[in-house]
């Protein structure tokens, strides 16, 4: 069974920062393309942010300029730098992951709440 375990949530006020971690321990496949999404109460499930093996982002338009997604390979690592962050990014947040097989891998989902 895979695992996709997240880490690093919480409460922050408005214009902190916080650091989400995700990592896919002990899994021998290869990883394509990692990537965050979230979910708002009442709101469809968004994209927040994806990169590629070979580094490429891409970044929901609300968060451009705000967040930076990174990975270590070598590590199943990926990260999501969350900076300014403003009540309205407010959601839970979710890791995913692409293999090269295109199967997909969620996490378990982290709580993100940014007070006023």
């Known amino acids: 069974q895979v695992q996709v375990v997240e880490s690093g949530g919480g409460l922050v006020q408005a214009g902190g920062s916080l650091r989400l971690a995700c990592a896919a321990p002990?899994?021998?496949?290869?990883?394509?393309?990692m990537g965050w999404y979230r979910q708002a109460p009442g709101k469809q499930r968004e994209l927040v942010a994806t990169?590629?093996?070979?580094?490429?982002?891409n970044y929901g338009d609300s968060v451009k300029g705000r967040f930076t997604i990174s990975r270590d390979n070598a590590k199943r690592t990926w990260y999501l730098q969350m900076n300014s962050l403003k009540p309205e990014d407010t959601a839970v947040y979710y890791c995913?992951?692409?293999?090269?097989?295109?199967?997909?891998?969620w996490g378990q989902g982290t709580q993100v709440t940014v007070s006023s």
């Open positions: 002990g899994s021998t496949f290869s990883i394509n393309d």
């Open positions: 995913n992951l692409v293999t090269d097989w295109h199967i997909e891998y």
């Open positions: 990169i590629t093996r070979t580094g490429t982002t």
